[in-house]
Protein backbone atom coordinates (compact mmCIF):
# COMPACT_ATOMS: atom_id res chain seq x y z
CA UNK A 1 0.00 0.00 0.00
CA UNK A 2 0.77 3.42 -0.42
CA UNK A 3 0.28 6.56 1.31
CA UNK A 4 0.56 10.46 -0.39
CA UNK A 5 -1.06 13.31 -0.99
CA UNK A 6 -3.96 13.64 -2.86
CA UNK A 7 -4.42 16.19 -5.61
CA UNK A 8 -7.19 17.32 -7.58
CA UNK A 9 -6.73 14.56 -10.13
CA UNK A 10 -8.20 12.14 -7.04
CA UNK A 11 -11.49 14.27 -6.93
CA UNK A 12 -13.68 11.52 -8.85
CA UNK A 13 -12.42 8.40 -7.16
CA UNK A 14 -12.44 10.03 -3.39
CA UNK A 15 -15.50 11.44 -3.55
CA UNK A 16 -16.94 7.95 -4.20
CA UNK A 17 -15.16 6.81 -0.90
CA UNK A 18 -15.56 9.98 0.90
CA UNK A 19 -19.74 9.58 -0.07
CA UNK A 20 -19.20 6.10 1.05
CA UNK A 21 -17.54 7.58 4.77
CA UNK A 22 -20.61 10.10 5.06
CA UNK A 23 -22.88 6.96 4.41
CA UNK A 24 -21.13 5.38 7.21
CA UNK A 25 -21.68 8.16 9.26
CA UNK A 26 -25.64 8.34 8.84
CA UNK A 27 -25.86 10.47 5.83
CA UNK A 28 -27.93 9.78 2.71
CA UNK A 29 -25.57 8.89 -0.04
CA UNK A 30 -25.25 12.39 -2.78
CA UNK A 31 -21.81 12.11 -4.65
CA UNK A 32 -22.45 15.41 -6.59
CA UNK A 33 -22.42 16.87 -3.03
CA UNK A 34 -19.25 15.06 -1.73
CA UNK A 35 -17.53 15.78 -5.29
CA UNK A 36 -18.37 19.40 -4.34
CA UNK A 37 -17.65 19.54 -0.51
CA UNK A 38 -13.86 18.14 -1.76
CA UNK A 39 -13.20 20.22 -4.50
CA UNK A 40 -13.61 23.36 -2.77
CA UNK A 41 -10.76 22.15 -0.41
CA UNK A 42 -8.94 21.90 -2.92
CA UNK A 43 -9.31 24.72 -4.72
CA UNK A 44 -9.13 26.88 -1.48
CA UNK A 45 -6.45 24.84 -0.04
CA UNK A 46 -8.50 24.49 3.29
CA UNK A 47 -7.47 20.52 3.80
CA UNK A 48 -4.44 18.36 3.62
CA UNK A 49 -5.94 15.20 2.36
CA UNK A 50 -3.48 12.08 2.13
CA UNK A 51 -4.76 8.83 0.57
CA UNK A 52 -3.75 5.39 0.75
CA UNK A 53 -4.00 3.16 -2.43
CA UNK A 54 -3.84 -0.57 -3.54
CA UNK A 55 -3.20 -1.14 -7.00
CA UNK A 56 -4.35 2.06 -8.26
CA UNK A 57 -7.77 1.66 -5.95
CA UNK A 58 -8.10 4.54 -3.31
CA UNK A 59 -8.83 2.44 -0.31
CA UNK A 60 -8.66 5.09 2.36
CA UNK A 61 -7.58 8.82 3.43
CA UNK A 62 -6.95 11.23 6.29
CA UNK A 63 -8.50 14.25 6.12
CA UNK A 64 -6.43 17.28 8.40
CA UNK A 65 -7.70 20.64 8.94
CA UNK A 66 -5.47 23.88 10.17
CA UNK A 67 -6.11 25.19 13.33
CA UNK A 68 -4.49 27.76 15.27
CA UNK A 69 -3.60 28.33 19.12
CA UNK A 70 -3.70 31.29 20.56
CA UNK A 71 -1.99 30.66 23.59
CA UNK A 72 0.66 29.00 22.28
CA UNK A 73 0.65 31.36 19.47
CA UNK A 74 1.20 28.54 16.74
CA UNK A 75 -0.71 26.29 14.55
CA UNK A 76 -1.97 22.66 15.11
CA UNK A 77 -4.15 20.38 12.91
CA UNK A 78 -7.18 18.90 13.41
CA UNK A 79 -7.79 15.23 12.44
CA UNK A 80 -11.42 15.72 11.21
CA UNK A 81 -11.39 12.57 8.68
CA UNK A 82 -9.70 9.14 8.73
CA UNK A 83 -11.56 6.37 6.95
CA UNK A 84 -10.82 3.47 5.48
CA UNK A 85 -13.07 1.15 3.02
CA UNK A 86 -14.53 -1.98 4.94
CA UNK A 87 -13.00 -4.54 2.17
CA UNK A 88 -9.43 -2.72 3.52
CA UNK A 89 -9.75 -2.78 6.57
CA UNK A 90 -7.43 -4.18 9.45
CA UNK A 91 -4.07 -4.54 7.00
CA UNK A 92 -2.72 -1.13 8.80
CA UNK A 93 -3.92 1.16 6.09
CA UNK A 94 -5.29 3.94 9.15
CA UNK A 95 -1.92 3.35 11.01
CA UNK A 96 -0.23 4.53 7.75
CA UNK A 97 -2.38 7.52 6.72
CA UNK A 98 -2.09 8.49 10.55
CA UNK A 99 1.38 7.78 10.72
CA UNK A 100 1.78 10.30 7.51
CA UNK A 101 -0.43 12.94 8.62
CA UNK A 102 1.99 13.12 11.88
CA UNK A 103 5.17 13.47 9.97
CA UNK A 104 3.42 16.02 7.73
CA UNK A 105 2.29 17.87 11.23
CA UNK A 106 6.01 17.80 12.61
CA UNK A 107 7.37 18.59 9.03
CA UNK A 108 5.14 21.87 9.17
CA UNK A 109 6.11 22.92 12.37
CA UNK A 110 2.75 22.19 14.04
CA UNK A 111 2.19 22.12 17.32
CA UNK A 112 0.01 19.10 17.86
CA UNK A 113 -2.68 16.91 15.81
CA UNK A 114 -6.30 16.84 17.90
CA UNK A 115 -8.89 14.95 16.93
CA UNK A 116 -12.20 13.91 17.85
CA UNK A 117 -13.98 10.29 17.62
CA UNK A 118 -17.47 8.66 19.40
CA UNK A 119 -17.18 7.58 22.93
CA UNK A 120 -18.37 4.05 21.85
CA UNK A 121 -15.60 3.51 18.92
CA UNK A 122 -13.18 1.65 20.94
CA UNK A 123 -10.79 0.41 17.87
CA UNK A 124 -10.35 3.72 17.20
CA UNK A 125 -9.74 4.38 20.86
CA UNK A 126 -7.37 1.36 20.93
CA UNK A 127 -5.88 2.61 17.40
CA UNK A 128 -4.94 6.27 18.41
CA UNK A 129 -3.99 5.32 21.96
CA UNK A 130 -1.61 2.90 20.56
CA UNK A 131 -0.10 5.33 18.41
CA UNK A 132 0.96 7.73 20.97
CA UNK A 133 -2.34 10.00 21.41
CA UNK A 134 -3.38 11.02 24.55
CA UNK A 135 -6.92 11.21 25.90
CA UNK A 136 -8.00 14.61 26.92
CA UNK A 137 -9.19 13.96 30.40
CA UNK A 138 -9.00 17.79 31.21
CA UNK A 139 -11.58 19.43 28.84
CA UNK A 140 -15.02 19.23 27.73
CA UNK A 141 -16.40 19.64 24.14
CA UNK A 142 -19.24 21.55 23.43
CA UNK A 143 -20.98 22.56 20.53
CA UNK A 144 -23.94 25.08 19.14
CA UNK A 145 -25.50 23.91 16.28
CA UNK A 146 -26.29 26.27 13.81
CA UNK A 147 -28.13 24.01 11.78
Request: proline residues 1%.
Amino acid sequence: MIVRRATDADLIPLAVLFDEYRQFYGSSSNLDLSSHFLKQRFENNQSVIFICLKDETITGFVLLYLGFSSAACSTYYILDDVYVSPVFRRQGSARQLIDTAVLFAQHENALRISLETQKNNYHSHQLYESMGFVKDDEFQTYHYFIR
